[in-house]
């Protein structure tokens, strides 16, 4: 029996993981921690194969737990389970020691074969991002997050850059201002930013502007 403590700061969504295992799966979830500061602790005091660990989460973030478990000496085998697929992050991860890599939209049988390969120590990556892996240790090139945005993503993201606030936005682009705050919520995730400031230095980098 594999098992597995998972580190994510969705309650719902660690339940729901756990309550996807049966006994012949050979894997059970024996812990969930939403914050990363508490792993040691689970550690010390179970026996655990596998960490599940969560990239976006306050206080620590999945990274940051990586380097923080490398640090302190530990050696369980960590896969990780984000909605994230962007190259730059599962660089991070793999630079951390990650073993694998799997998104949240992955099947049950995706999910067991990758816990079950990365609990003995080889690595597991998510079909959706395996090229992209085997592109970058080629040498090859990977999609940037720039290539990723659409045209009216472009668009408002030179409108932000102009100063045009939400409601300016939407009567320059003749959309709703929901849709301008869902284009917006969108370009931040793609781009991996948390502010306007970000998203504009990111812009003019990648010559958006």
Do not use: W
Request: net charge neutral; with cysteine.
């Amino acid at each position: 029996m594999i098992h597995v403590l998972i580190v994510d700061d969705h309650h719902l969504f660690a339940e729901g993981i756990k309550s996807i295992f049966r006994p012949d799966d050979g894997i059970e979830v024996i812990s969930h921690v939403t914050n990363g500061h508490a792993i040691p602790s689970v550690l010390e005091s179970m026996k655990i194969d596998l960490i599940l660990l969560d990239i976006d989460m306050p206080v620590i973030d999945g990274i940051a737990c990586l380097d923080m478990l490398k640090n302190k000496g530990y050696t369980t085998p960590v896969l990780m389970l984000t909605m994230h697929q962007s190259m730059r992050q599962v660089k991070a991860a793999l630079e951390k020691g990650a073993r694998g890599y799997i998104l949240k939209d992955a099947s049950k049988a995706e999910l067991v074969e990758a816990i079950i390969t990365t609990s003995i120590g080889k690595n597991y990556f998510h079909p959706k991002i395996s090229e992209q892996i085997f592109n970058y240790f080629r040498g090859g090139t990977t999609k940037t997050a720039a290539q990723e945005l659409t045209t009216r993503e472009k668009e408002i993201i030179r409108c932000l850059a102009d100063g045009k606030n939400t409601k300016a936005i939407s009567n320059t682009l003749f959309i709703s201002e929901h849709t301008v705050k869902t284009h917006r919520r969108n370009i931040m995730y793609k781009l991996e930013v948390k502010t306007s400031a970000e998203l504009i230095k990111f812009a003019m980098d990648n010559d958006l502007l």
